[in-house]
């Protein structure tokens, strides 16, 4: 009898591996997963009660396979000329990004990323059976046209996926580099901009590049600057020929009668939702120039995170002791894997206030008293 996963035929290449995912510990500040801490407004919440209700008696039927009320819906939010045929949506950006996969890449199939990046993008890879290249960024972080450019030709992936702005380091990207892997890429481009709302301004999205660009992709989410995680819906803009071929892969019924409900309420007031954008930007410049005036390297931010250097920091600038650290503070944030690095959300002034506070106390308390002349 099987007693473990290790017992079951498994594939080979999914063999030994754990579930993904940052730790959901119960924790007073939780600034690890760049969800939005403000709670949805009690009158959104009310409409949204209204929607979902609404749908109940029909919970007998299966939901509009092709969501088209909703499609139009974020249509008109992203504007640009954008109409229903050019958007898709699924159950968060991972579940459109794994349609993408699925439909483009597959056995035998490479997609190509720009490290560090989203963690998600190799996974899904992986999930779908797509070989992953995992290409490089330079040391800031940075990718210039032409290093980008060279990792394609040298590869000659099917997807590449940019990430702008970029999850873990925050930056978005010059669009002369979309520009320039959209010319030398073979296949697939995805551009995850889950945090565009976030941007400073005056930072160009890829959705502008939609026009005359048939293998351009732009996905977006809820999860983050809407406040909708739980809600889960994600979506892409891209040529309707795009969108033909995602269908082609989707679960017939994938996106819920429920789900369907609640993100049309959620973009009828999507004036209240975003209306805590501001804020939250407002607190990410202020860690920037809070662990800047510390002499604490950060990434230029133009998300809702702020990638820091432990790199000052005691012992040895090692940052899973300080996310420990942090932890026993009662501040969660995320250790992405990047030695001597670590992430921080940007949530209300009162969790700015005590990750400071916390940081402060865990950069001195953790270092050792170090013997000089040994
Ligand atoms: C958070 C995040 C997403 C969102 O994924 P959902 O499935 O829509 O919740 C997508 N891309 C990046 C880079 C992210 O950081």
């Not at 999914?14 to 995912?21: F, I, M, S």
């Not at 963690?119 to 046209?145: I, K, Q, Y």
């Not at 590049?209 to 406040?227: E, I, Q």
């Not at 990434?299 to 995170?305: L, T």
Request: aromatic fraction near 6%; charge should be negative; include cysteine.
């Amino acid at each position: 009898m099987p007693t473990g996963l290790d017992d079951l035929p498994i594939r080979d290449d999914l063999r030994g591996l754990r579930p993904y995912g940052a730790p959901q510990l119960d924790v007073a500040v939780r600034l690890n997963t760049n969800e939005n801490s403000y709670p949805v407004p009690e009158p959104v919440v009310d409409a949204i009660g209204k929607a979902v209700a609404a749908e109940l008696r029909d919970l007998n039927r299966y939901p509009d396979r092709d969501a088209v009320a909703l499609r139009a819906d974020l249509a008109d939010y992203l504007g640009h000329g954008l109409t229903t045929a050019n958007l898709w949506a699924a159950n968060g950006s991972n579940e459109v990004q794994q349609q993408l996969l699925q439909a483009f890449g597959g056995p035998g199939r490479v997609a190509l990323g720009f490290t560090p990046a989203y963690s998600m993008h190799p996974l899904l890879a992986l999930g779908t059976g797509t070989g992953w290249v995992a290409g490089r960024r330079d040391a800031e972080f940075g990718l210039t046209a032409d290093d980008a450019v060279a990792q394609v030709r040298e590869h000659r992936p099917d997807l590449v996926f940019l990430c702008s702005p970029n999850n873990p380091t925050g930056t978005a990207l010059d669009p002369a580099v979309v520009d320039a892997v959209l010319a030398a890429a073979p296949g697939m481009v995805i551009v995850d901009e889950a945090y565009a709302e976030f941007a400073r301004p005056g930072t160009p999205t890829a959705l502008a590049l939609l026009p005359g660009h048939p293998r351009l992709v732009v996905t977006r989410t809820m999860s983050k600057a809407f406040g909708f995680a739980g809600g889960r819906l994600g979506y892409l803009a891209a040529h309707p020929a795009v969108v033909d071929a995602v269908q082609l892969v989707r679960l017939p019924y994938h996106l819920s009668a429920l789900t369907q409900a609640a993100a049309r309420a959620a973009l009828a007031h999507r004036d209240v939702l975003l209306g805590t954008v501001a804020a939250i930007k407002q607190q990410r410049d202020r860690i920037v120039a809070e662990l800047t005036g510390r002499g604490i390297t950060v990434a230029a931010s133009d998300a809702n995170f702020v990638l820091f250097s432990v790199a000052g920091f005691a012992p040895g600038g090692d940052q899973r002791a300080v996310w420990q650290a942090l932890l026993a503070h009662g501040v969660l944030v995320r250790d992405v894997g990047l030695p001597g690095w670590l992430r921080v959300t940007a949530g209300t002034p009162a969790e700015t206030d005590a990750f400071l506070t916390a940081l402060e106390a865990v950069r001195h308390v953790t270092a050792p008293s170090r013997k000089v002349g040994q």
